[in-house]
């Protein structure tokens, strides 16, 4: 049975944290599952972590809609949650069609969108219309050139402006918020008073729930890990040295061997070559 709104609204109530992962493609959404993720976001960062841009920015909804049927193929337990990538939320009826192609083509069990105020009625109208919304405030990297890629709300006037965002969305119906590179202490006063989830990524530990970039927390990326992420695992550094052993016995002919080698019969071979020297 698949994760829902239910149950991950349940988890808050009960005090029991939840894990986000981001996923972006078959394998990783089957491995996701059987580490028993609850909840994944085919996140947009994918244009960073996958595609190799320098932003979220040139991240198509043709690109999500790929990646988010891939996602849903490989995982049939978590709550599905795909991001609505730039500039295609600007009005509703483009974020209809978004939530159309991401929930009704792709498979998704809700979308993402980032902002406060501005986006507030667009969310009403999606959840009125029976689309889960996760909210995103804080660091919004959609809008990393007007506000910069540091901490929000770190002033009286930003915090106050935050939580009143927060429970705007919370009143719109989104279901959950993601806040992102926000100091520890309004996070948790944040969600202290809200009764939806909060999902934080470099937002301390008094979130509902914490999500974090795959690549970042399994050391599989190819830059910088961001200051809020932690390396459970080194697997780029173990995926190089698979590679250059491959590499290797490729070069020196150890590989492939007749275990990785079909055999036929000598005779029949014969038979198709006879006359063909
Ligand atoms: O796109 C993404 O991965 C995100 C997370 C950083 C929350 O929005």
Known sequence: MRVTLRDIQRMKEAGERIAMVTAYDHPSAALAERAGVPMILVGDSLGMVVHGHGSTLPVTLDDMARHTAAVVRGNARALIVADLPFLTYGTEPEALAGARRLMGEAGAGAVKLEGGAAV???????????????????FTPQA?????????????????????????????????????LVPAELAAAVTARLAIPTIGIGAGAGCSGQVQVWHDILGLGTGRVPRHAKPYAEIGSAIEAALKGYVAEVASGAFPTAAQSATMDEAVLARALGGAE
């Open 120 to 138: 507030v009625s667009t969310v009403a109208r999606l959840a009125a219309l029976g689309v889960p919304v996760m909210g995103h405030l804080g």
């Open 144 to 180: 990393q050139h007007q506000i910069g890629l540091r901490v929000q709300g770190r002033d009286a006037g930003a915090a106050r402006r935050l939580l009143d965002d927060a429970l705007a969305l919370e009143r719109a119906g989104a279901f959950a918020l993601v806040l992102e």
